[in-house]
């Protein structure tokens, strides 16, 4: 539906559905902004910001990374 004749169908409502239809209008803006600034916030995000950053902090046998990769790796791809 065009802008103009949009427009021209709200000009002949009552002044009291003229009303309800801003309402929903603002209602339609405020929630497909705020999932459009969602999704936009999602894409940014910093791994830093990850709820995944320190998850295994507290494991003694991952505090070198490197080495816990190679040990595992070890069993599975030896010859």
Not at 12 to 15: N, V
């Given at each position: 539906m065009s802008e103009k004749k949009l427009i021209k169908q709200l000009k002949?409502?009552?002044?009291e559905a003229?009303?309800?239809a801003a309402d929903f209008v603002e209602f339609l803006s405020k929630k497909y902004l705020q999932q459009s600034?969602?999704?936009d916030s999602s894409k940014k995000k910093s791994i830093l910001e990850s709820s995944f950053r320190g998850m295994?902090?507290?494991r003694?046998?991952?505090q070198d990374s490197t080495?816990?990769?190679r040990e595992l790796r070890k069993?599975?791809?030896s010859d």
């Open positions: 002949k409502l009552p002044s003229q009303e309800e600034e969602e999704t295994w902090k507290d003694e046998d991952m080495k816990w990769v069993g599975r791809f």
